[in-house]
C-alpha cells in the first residue's frame, strides 16, 4: 500500500509540475529563429552570365572535370604535383585543421556521456577511540568502520534537451570536418597560384636576358660605327642607356623568384631554401626568343550553379554551422521543460573488514526527482534570446558563403574569357614587334634607318612579349581559381 501511495504522489506531481511547466513556456514564448535553410532569402541562379569561356558542351572537357580532387595533375607538371602534394601533408594550416576535427570529436564525447547514466565507486576505513570515565579514567576503547559504496545517478532526457546538445555536437564535428576540407582546397589553389607565379617571373627573366642579348649586339654595332664616324656620341649613349635599362630590371625580377620560393615554402611548413632544389627551373628549349614555364591545361566544364554549391566544402560547412545553431537553440528552449533525475546507491557497512562482503552489511537506497524552473531571473528566455540570435547570423553566414561562391565562379568565368582575348590580340602583336625589330635591325646594319627606330621596336618587343607572359599567368591564375571555386582539390581524411 506504501509503494502504491508514493506512486499516486509521484504521478500527480509529473503531471502537475509539467502542466505548469507548460503554461509557463506558453506565456513566456520569445520570438522564434528560422528553422530551415529554406528561410534563407538567396535566390540561386539557374546558370552563369559568363560561360562562354567554359564550354560544358566538350566531352573531353566534362569527362576530366567529373573529378576535381586532383585538378593540377591536369598541368602535366611534376613539380607542381610534388609541391601540392607535400603541402597538403606538412602544411601547418592542415595539420591545425586535422587537430581540430580530434578536438570536435572529444567534445563530441562530452556532450554525448550526458545522456548516459553515470556511476562512482567509493571506500573508507576509520579508527575512533573513547575514553570510559565511567569505570575507570585510564579506559579507552576504540571502533573501527569500513565501507564500501556504489554510486549511480542518471538525468532522464524526458524533453530532447540533452539530445539536441548532442545533434549540434554532430554538426560541430561535420563542420570541422568540412573546414579541413576548404582548408584543403584553398591551400592547394594558393600552392599553384604562387608556383604559376614563380613561373611566371623566371620566364620574364628569359624575355629580359633574349633582350639583353639584342640590344648588346645594338650597342655593339653603335660603337662600331661611332669609331668609323658614322654615328653620333649621342646615339651610343643612347644606345647604352637603352640596354641598361633593361638590365635594371633584372634585380627585380631576382628577388620575386627568391621571394615567391620562400612562400612556396612557407606554405609547405618548410624553411626558406628547403625547395631550392625541386624549384630550380629546367634549361630553356633552344630555337626560340624565349621559352614559357607557365604550365597550361584546357579550362574545366562548369556545371549549373545549385551543383556546384553542394561541392564546395564551405557551403556544407556553413550549412552544418546553421543546423548546430538550430539544434542549440532547441536544446535552450527545452530548458524551460521539467527534468527527471534517477539515484541510487549501493553501499556495504561493517566494523570488521571480514564481514565488509557479507550480504547482510548491504544498504541500498534509490530516488527519483522531478524538478521544473519555476523562477530564474530571466536565465533561460535570455538564454533563448542569444540563441535566437546566434541562429539567425549561423543563416546569414550561410548566405553570405553562397554569395562568396557564386561570386567566385563568375569572376573566374570572366577573368578566363577576358584573359583569352588579351592573349590572341598579344600573340599577333608580339609577332609583329618581333619582325618589325628584325627588320630595324637588318636595316640599321645596312644604314637604311637611324638607330632610334632600332630603339623603338626593341622596347615595344620587350613590352608586348612582357604583358604576353603577365597575360597567360593571369590565364593560368584565372583557372586556378575556377578550380578553386568549383570545389577541387580536396580528398577524405584517412
Not at 143 to 148: F, I, L, M, P, W
Not at 226 to 254: D, V, W
Not at 442 to 448: L, M, R
Request: hydrophobic content about 40%; proline content about 4%; some cysteine.
Amino acid at each position: 500500500m506504501r509503494a502504491h501511495h508514493k506512486h499516486t504522489i509521484f504521478s500527480i506531481l509529473t503531471r502537475g509540475i509539467g502542466t505548469a511547466s507548460l503554461l509557463l513556456l506558453a506565456s513566456c514564448a520569445t520570438p522564434s529563429g528560422p528553422r530551415s535553410l529554406s528561410d534563407s532569402t538567396i535566390a540561386v541562379p539557374a546558370s552563369w552570365q559568363n560561360t562562354s569561356a567554359a564550354n560544358t558542351n566538350q566531352p573531353a572537357q566534362t569527362a576530366a572535370a567529373d573529378n576535381l580532387s586532383a585538378w593540377w595533375t591536369r598541368y602535366n607538371d611534376p613539380v607542381l604535383n610534388q609541391l601540392i602534394s607535400n603541402a597538403l601533408q606538412t602544411s601547418p594550416d592542415i595539420r591545425t585543421a586535422l587537430s581540430k576535427i580530434a578536438q570536435s570529436r572529444a567534445t563530441r564525447g562530452v556532450t554525448k556521456s550526458d545522456l548516459l547514466p553515470s556511476l562512482s565507486a567509493g571506500a573508507s576505513a576509520g579508527t575512533s577511540r573513547k575514553e570510559d570515565h565511567t569505570t575507570d579514567p585510564h579506559t579507552t576503547t576504540s571502533a573501527q568502520s569500513y565501507s564500501v559504496s556504489l554510486d549511480a545517478s542518471w538525468e532522464l532526457d524526458l524533453f530532447g534537451k540533452n539530445y539536441q546538445s548532442l545533434k549540434a555536437a554532430d554538426a560541430d564535428l561535420a563542420q570541422t570536418e568540412q573546414n579541413f576540407h576548404a582548408a584543403q582546397v584553398s591551400l592547394a589553389a594558393e600552392v599553384a597560384a604562387a608556383y604559376v607565379s614563380l613561373r611566371s617571373s623566371e620566364t620574364q627573366l628569359d624575355v629580359v636576358q633574349e633582350t639583353l642579348r639584342t640590344r648588346a649586339e645594338t650597342t655593339q654595332i653603335t660603337e662600331w660605327r661611332a669609331q668609323s664616324g658614322s654615328a653620333s656620341a649621342l646615339e651610343l649613349q643612347q644606345a647604352i642607356s637603352t640596354l641598361e635599362q633593361a638590365r635594371a630590371s633584372i634585380p627585380s625580377l631576382q628577388q620575386t623568384v627568391t621571394q615567391t620560393r620562400n612562400q612556396l615554402t612557407l606554405l609547405s611548413g618548410l624553411a626558406p631554401g628547403a625547395l631550392d632544389k625541386l624549384l630550380a627551373p629546367a634549361a630553356s628549349a633552344t630555337g626560340a626568343a624565349y621559352v614559357s614555364r607557365i604550365p597550361k591545361s584546357d579550362t574545366p566544364a562548369v556545371s549549373i550553379p545549385a551543383d556546384i554549391l553542394r561541392q564546395r566544402p564551405d557551403i556544407r560547412a556553413a550549412e552544418y554551422g546553421f543546423a548546430a545553431a538550430v539544434a542549440r537553440l532547441k536544446s535552450a528552449e527545452r530548458e524551460r521543460l521539467p527534468s527527471l533525475k534517477l539515484t541510487g546507491s549501493l553501499s556495504l557497512e561493517s566494523i570488521k573488514a571480514g564481514r565488509l562482503f557479507d550480504p547482510s552489511t548491504t544498504v541500498a537506497s534509490a530516488l527519483g526527482s522531478l524538478t521544473a524552473p519555476i523562477f530564474a531571473g530571466g536565465r533561460i528566455k535570455q538564454n533563448i534570446v542569444i540563441q535566437n540570435e546566434l541562429t539567425k547570423q549561423s543563416l546569414i553566414a550561410y548566405e553570405s558563403a553562397v554569395l562568396s561562391a557564386l561570386t567566385d565562379v563568375e569572376n573566374a568565368l570572366v577573368s578566363l574569357q577576358r584573359n583569352t582575348e588579351r592573349i590572341s590580340i598579344l600573340n599577333h602583336a608580339a609577332a609583329a614587334a618581333r619582325e618589325a625589330a628584325e627588320l630595324a635591325a637588318i636595316q640599321y646594319k645596312a644604314g637604311q634607318v637611324d638607330l632610334t627606330t632600332v630603339l623603338d621596336t626593341q622596347r615595344t618587343q620587350l613590352s608586348l612579349e612582357e604583358q604576353q607572359v603577365s597575360a597567360t599567368a593571369d590565364h593560368t591564375t584565372a583557372q586556378i581559381q575556377l578550380y578553386k571555386a568549383l570545389g577541387g582539390g580536396w580528398t577524405s581524411i584517412n
